[in-house]
């Protein structure tokens, strides 16, 4: 596992930006999972500005709510508005989780190649919360308080915030060839210190990727900042 500590989060964005850009020049069809969630805004924002020919790239999303009242707050809509809309992906092209198919759906596309991967402040990857599986694989799964809480921020109220979704599962994630991780801000501090610091175990899920060989952690200072403590 590398472990790059940038000085901000504009950098940690331009930084992944830059490698996302490259793949894509050297393999146009590159197959790339992505996540949504705040982290992800400066990501897509940085890409959207760049000259990158989308047209034969496919994306597999992590994980969508079930149950949404508003299909603004999904995060279909959400990739729609802060990426997919501003540049030139085919549709078609595009993946969200809608049913346990989705495992078989990546390997008829070749399998993920890069994987681009938020953290949560339980831990979870995807919406895989502690005490997920290691050998889960897409499925519909209840979000803790925790995460709900922390979602929060984006619905008008706590319980318009859904209790399901669905995500790929920890094994769907470390079948990808190569793995991003993106965490920035003093919140997520505890959570990056347990996934580097501790050993795998389930209550942890962001250990996990500690079985991979290809994972690469990209951090702000305030992100990295329990590091070794
Ligand atoms: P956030 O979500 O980027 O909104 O903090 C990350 C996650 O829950 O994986």
């Known amino acids: 596992m590398k472990t790059i500590i940038l000085p901000s989060k504009k950098k940690v964005a331009e930084t ?23 982290t992800m805004m400066p990501l897509y924002k940085e890409l959207r500005k760049r000259k990158i020919d989308w047209s034969k790239v496919k994306t597999f999303n992590l994980d969508e709510y079930v149950g949404i009242k508003k299909k603004k707050d999904s995060y279909h809509y959400f990739m ?18 809608k049913n346990k198919d989705y495992d078989s759906e990546i390997r008829k596309a070749g399998g993920i190649d890069l994987q681009i991967l938020g953290i949560g402040v339980n831990d979870h990857i995807g919406f895989n919360e502690p005490r997920s599986s290691f050998t889960s694989k897409t499925r519909v799964v209840n979000l803790s308080d925790e995460t709900r809480r922390s979602n929060s921020r984006f619905f008008q109220s706590l319980n318009s915030v859904p209790k399901k979704a669905i ?21 997520k501090a505890l959570a990056i210190q347990k996934a580097v610091e501790c050993k795998p175990n389930e209550k942890i899920p962001a250990t996990a990727l500690k079985k991979h060989k290809r994972v690469s952690f990209f951090l702000d200072k305030k992100a990295s900042g329990k590091l070794g403590d």
């Open 80 to 97: 729609d508005k802060y990426l997919f809309s501003k540049i030139n992906i085919k549709r078609k092209n595009t993946h969200f989780p």
């Open 16 to 38: 992944v930006a830059d490698l996302i850009q490259e793949k894509i020049k050297k393999k146009p069809n590159l197959v790339l999972g992505l996540a949504t969630g705040g």
């Open 167 to 187: 995500t790929m599962g920890i094994s769907t994630i470390l079948k990808a060839k190569e793995i991003y991780l993106i965490a920035t801000g003093r919140k």
